[in-house]
């Protein structure tokens, strides 16, 4: 499956189904530094966001997981079956949650804008690139097209994903 994600300059204002940012981030295609299935589109719709701030905030209300307890992967589940999935770099497993001071358990009800975590970007850098994380939402039938604003995105205050449902 290739992705169905399209990327604009600004998101079309038809378009009222609206994903926040769960990060501070600049949201950009897939690049060099994302691992190499997300690169070809074929592990399905991901963008890379490079990290700006220290905080994650919940996108929106539903069920929320993560992995284990490094944080390396976050996952957000809506009512109504749209599930987001944040990656971390596996290098930050070996950290073993070191940069991590988590607001929420691992496995939680949360609400839109809800502080979930606070993480050290100093620590978790690694090399001279700047942190980042792939942030994919999981298919789900009703969802025809993904678009995403290339550019840097607040977390929970600006519109990351606007999604064009089936008919």
Not at 23 to 32: F, K, Q, R, Y
Request: aromatic fraction near 8%; glycine fraction near 8%; proline fraction near 6%.
């Amino acid at each position: 499956m290739f992705s169905r994600i399209q990327w604009v300059s600004a998101l079309d204002s038809t378009l009222s189904l609206r994903l926040k940012s769960p990060v501070h981030g600049h949201a950009g295609p897939c690049n060099e530094l994302a691992p190499a299935l997300f690169s070809s589109g074929l592990a399905g719709d991901g963008i890379w966001l490079e990290l700006r701030e220290n905080q994650i905030i919940a996108p929106f209300s539903g069920q929320f997981s993560r992995s284990n307890a490094t944080g390396q992967q976050l996952c957000w589940r809506h009512s109504s079956g749209l599930v987001m999935q944040l990656d971390f770099p596996d290098f930050t497993k070996e950290r073993m949650g070191q940069g991590f001071v988590w607001s929420v358990p691992q496995q939680a009800s949360v609400v839109a804008g809800q502080q979930m975590a606070l993480f050290d970007l100093g620590l978790l850098t690694l090399g001279p690139n700047p942190l980042g994380v792939m942030l994919k939402l999981h298919p789900h039938p009703k969802i025809n097209r993904i678009y995403c604003r290339a550019g840097y995105h607040q977390a929970y205050s600006d519109d990351l994903l606007a999604l064009q449902l089936s008919s």
